[in-house]
């Protein structure tokens, strides 16, 4: 067992998945389904099982795993004791661990990715304590502080694909092809004909980039962040990972050479491609030895011009992509992630008391794994434009980040640094939106009650007046709705939000009851447009999952036992309900 255990890498502690059980066996026959049963029963109790999903949710899938098989515990009886019964092949009871070991990976991830939200926060006040008495805070930061530099995103209607797609310079299949490791290579003055749009020399940190600075100061774990511009750094933060790679180096395709990021900087702005020089020099001294060689080859006779065509392109064609081109250490798709992510969410989790998520909405895989690897119980607050619906953080403050930040400063008795002088163009947008003694709080009611979205007072008070010119809910209305069951009062909960005089909104105390503005509501709309969502996507072309807005079913990928018999748990009872 220990030997199984302590294969375990830090890359397998989140996003364990695998379409090899997507697709369930034939179904169990009534002898194999009732051994299995009484094998489970005589198994765990309910109340180890709910022991064991505790720790799992605390400890992650590497530490649990190591704990657990290191007790001499077996993999078959955690299965069977969570109800979900291995595939086929891997049903039979003598089954070793290490083959069971990559499915039950997959069952546990799958329950790691289903975090509950907790309870005790809520208010815009809750988050004003968490970050005031939190001191080793990671922040896991995405596109939506950089737009207001004027950098663009890449998925949002009016980002770099849309651009890409609307101009139709360049012939691509798809506007990913951009960032495509492959197409690079055959192509690389595609990506360095556009490269200066994005480059970070023209853009200056926003208030977003400075508060992760100023929280580095007071309490910063580290700073995950998904952005490809390296405007956390120019801020002045020292703790970040750019998750999927960055300017600030470069390396050479061929002998894999890395450099500083500005050693390429002046091919960016001129639109040229950067080549390795000892790369391409070696490169031009191969394909003229082939050429010599094939003439040589060819005998004393002269060779036809069409023969030496063919030989040159043959020669070319064998270096094709990659004679030495320099490409900057950005993670396009078909490129892994560097493994030092792994080992640095790995050692976080263990520290991490606050994560604070920041301009995006959590699309991209394995990065979006953050929120269910850290412990379940470490508090989440949410920063985002738009709000979220496949993961649950425990405070959602939507709006401005830029003005959202800001405020809680002040709040706070906060300084934001200033911007540094001298660095790159003028700012787009620096200004907050809504001066800080001009924010007030939109709040949802039931179980959306911790979403909060940031509006000026007076949009609010015109908002107000609006609803009372046209006659709001009426208490019979909202009773009825109370009333419905199911889906539609889950419905009812989505739709209109509140205004909580309590949460840090000043003079707008007798509010309440107010259903929402068709703004406020869009931006709550759990089916919100994809292009809207995307406004924060992130500045990413990696190649990696999009997630699936349907969190699934650990059970989904076995044979549930006892399914339909009312003296047992049913069919995902057990995994649910944990």
Known sequence: MDDISSELLPAESYQIDSDAYSDSDSGLSEDEEETLVQEAEQGYSEAEIAEFLVRLREDGLHKFLRWYLGDGRTLRKLLLGLYVVPPKPLRHPSTPDVLLRPFAQTVLSRILRRRAKLPLYNTVEDALELL??????????????????????????????????????????????MFDIAYFRENPEVFYSFAKQIYPSNFVPSPCHRWIKLLEDRGLLRNYTQNIDTLESQAGVTRVLQCHGSFATASCLRCKTRQPGKSIEEHIMSQTVPRCPSCYAEHEKEVAERRTAKVARKGKGKAKANDWDDSESEDEEAWKGEPGIIKPDITFFGQALDSTFDECLFRDREEVDLLVVIGTSLKVAPVSEVLSH??????????????????????????????????????????????????GRPPVGQATKIPTDDVAWISRRGAQAHEHMLVSKEAMEAYARARAEAGDLSDSDETEDDDDEGEEEDEDSLLPPTLDGADGVDGVDGLDGFAGTEQVEAAHDADVDEERAADVDEQVPVADAEVDSDEGDAADISEPLAEGKQDRPSKRSRLDGA
């Open 374 to 423: 850290i412990p379940h119980s470490v508090p989440q607050i949410f920063i985002n434009l738009t709000p979220v619906t496949h993961v649950k953080p425990d405070i959602c403050l939507l709006g401005d980040a830029d003005t959202i930040v800001q405020y809680l400063s002040d709040r706070l008795g906060w300084l934001i640094p200033p911007a540094p002088l001298g660095a």
């Open 132 to 177: 005031a008495r939190s001191q080793r805070i990671i922040v896991l930061s995405g596109a939506g502080i950089s737009t207001s530099c004027g950098i663009p995103d890449f998925r949002s209607a009016d980002g770099l694909y849309a651009q890409l797609r609307d101009e139709g310079r360049y012939e691509l299949d798809d506007p990913q092809q």
